[in-house]
């Protein structure tokens, strides 16, 4: 996934090497989402800082949460979703970081900001790293119609070609959208319908995925996926019979973002990581190589290719976002309540 990046901004980035100082043999712990960062950026940070970075990845925000919780790992730095950043501030778990190590949030766009005060009132807990919106990716040499809707993931036709997303949240999301239910919702008898939809969707399943969808539809392996628009990106490039659309009922618009858990062992330095990868250039390292929407305005500023500046799929028009709606959390019982569905779902 290793993209080009301009003579120009490697000689900034030389010039921010220069004569910065070193904090040799400490360390600092990173949680993210597999495949979520540029490797190149973690190695600039540790010539920068001698701040040795331990990096461990995680799939879901499910999964990362109970490692959190339990306190059995000391992470300094974690990018867990918006809904998740909610549910960490309200149960108590992260820091507030000290701002004035961060300066560079002065870089996140102020729009991305106060989208972000839905689920983190006054900024207080979290810089957003990466945004987007999860839709369909379908391969046009094996669907034989313009796809615009949730309903073809539900369709007999497509049987064995549909790779659905592994993860209660979107997956209820999906359906309760297709329903014309709000992808929030806690009312029993709409999730039971979502539940008895997903139901009969099981069959229809080739496999449920999170980050193997990206490989299996650049191979053709399925006519049908479900994917975040970062990933949608990648896959284009990869092989143009790809094409991903946000669909008309609606979907889910995300912001993920870098919190300090309580339980951290080393808080300088994890402002200082977070300030480091909010810098416009390392921004711009980031958004090339993981192709996930960035908030920065400086690093989007820098993008010299002026057709995935200007990409709906990056970053996309009014009028889609005007039907995307954001996760919020919904509280212990109705978590636990998403998940035994999802489950019964799955047959778990």
Same mark, same amino acid.
């Given at each position: 996934?290793?993209?080009?990046?301009?003579?120009?901004?490697?000689?900034? /980035?030389m010039?921010l090497?220069?004569?910065c100082?070193?904090?040799?043999g400490?360390?600092?712990?990173? #949680?993210?989402?597999?495949?979520?960062?540029?490797?190149?950026?973690?190695?600039?940070?540790?010539?920068?800082?001698?701040?040795?970075?331990?990096y461990?990845?995680?799939e879901?925000?499910?999964?990362m #949460?109970p490692?959190?919780?339990?306190?059995? &790992?000391?992470?300094?730095? &974690?990018?867990?979703?918006? =809904?998740?950043?909610? @549910?960490?501030?309200?149960?108590?778990?992260?820091?507030?970081?000290?701002f $004035?190590?961060i300066?560079n949030? @002065?870089?996140?766009?102020?729009?991305?900001?106060?989208?972000?005060?839905?689920?983190? +009132?006054?900024?207080?807990?979290?810089?957003?790293?990466?945004?987007?919106?999860?839709?369909?990716? #379908?391969n046009?040499?094996? %669907?034989?119609?313009?796809? $615009?809707?949730?309903?073809? *993931?539900? $369709?007999e036709k497509?049987?064995?070609?549909? *790779?659905?997303?592994?993860?209660?949240?979107?997956?209820f999301?999906?359906?309760l959208?297709?329903?014309? =239910?709000? *992808?929030n919702?806690?009312?029993?008898?709409? /999730?039971?319908?979502?539940?008895?939809?997903?139901?009969?969707?099981?069959?229809? %399943?080739?496999?449920?995925? &999170?980050?193997?969808?990206?490989?299996?539809m650049i191979?053709?392996?399925?006519?049908?996926?479900?994917?975040?628009?970062?990933?949608?990106?990648?896959?284009?490039?990869e092989?143009?019979? *790809?094409?991903?659309? %946000?669909?008309k009922?609606?979907?889910?618009?995300?912001?993920?973002?870098?919190?300090?858990p309580?339980?951290?062992?080393?808080?300088?330095?994890?402002?200082a990581f977070?300030?480091?990868?909010?810098?416009?250039?390392?921004?711009?390292?980031?958004f090339?190589?993981?192709?996930?929407s960035? +908030?920065?305005?400086?690093?989007?500023?820098?993008i010299?290719?002026?057709e995935?500046?200007n990409?709906?799929?990056?970053?996309?028009?009014?009028?889609?976002? $005007?039907r995307?709606?954001?996760f919020?959390?919904?509280?212990?019982?109705m978590?636990?309540?998403y998940?035994?569905k999802?489950?019964?779902v799955k047959?778990?």
């Amino acid at each position: 996934m290793r993209k080009y990046i301009g003579i120009s901004v490697i000689l900034i /980035l030389m010039a921010l090497l220069a004569g910065c100082s070193k904090k040799d043999g400490e360390k600092v712990y990173v #949680y993210n989402w597999g495949e979520y960062i540029d490797e190149e950026t973690i190695k600039l940070f540790e010539k920068e800082t001698g701040i040795t970075v331990v990096y461990e990845e995680f799939e879901q925000n499910e999964d990362m #949460y109970p490692k959190v919780q339990s306190g059995a &790992v000391s992470y300094d730095v &974690v990018c867990p979703s918006d =809904y998740m950043i909610q @549910k960490m501030i309200e149960n108590d778990l992260l820091y507030e970081p000290n701002f $004035d190590n961060i300066p560079n949030i @002065k870089y996140i766009d102020k729009s991305y900001l106060e989208s972000a005060e839905e689920y983190d +009132p006054g900024n207080k807990y979290s810089v957003p790293y990466c945004w987007g919106t999860l839709g369909i990716l #379908y391969n046009t040499t094996m %669907v034989d119609e313009t796809i $615009d809707s949730w309903g073809v *993931l539900f $369709d007999e036709k497509y049987s064995g070609e549909i *790779l659905m997303i592994d993860s209660v949240r979107d997956a209820f999301a999906i359906a309760l959208q297709y329903l014309g =239910y709000d *992808l929030n919702s806690t009312n029993e008898t709409e /999730l039971e319908e979502a539940k008895a939809l997903l139901q009969k969707q099981y069959p229809l %399943v080739q496999a449920y995925v &999170v980050d193997q969808v990206r490989d299996k539809m650049i191979g053709g392996e399925a006519a049908i996926g479900v994917i975040y628009s970062g990933e949608a990106i990648y896959t284009s490039r990869e092989n143009p019979d *790809l094409e991903y659309v %946000v669909p008309k009922e609606g979907s889910n618009v995300w912001i993920d973002g870098w919190v300090i858990p309580k339980n951290s062992k080393n808080k300088e330095n994890a402002e200082a990581f977070i300030n480091f990868m909010s810098k416009p250039e390392i921004a711009l390292m980031n958004f090339d190589y993981i192709t996930y929407s960035t +908030p920065n305005s400086g690093a989007w500023e820098l993008i010299e290719d002026e057709e995935i500046k200007n990409s709906p799929v990056a970053f996309p028009p009014q009028d889609v976002l $005007d039907r995307c709606t954001a996760f919020r959390y919904l509280g212990e019982e109705m978590e636990a309540t998403y998940i035994q569905k999802w489950n019964e779902v799955k047959g778990e």
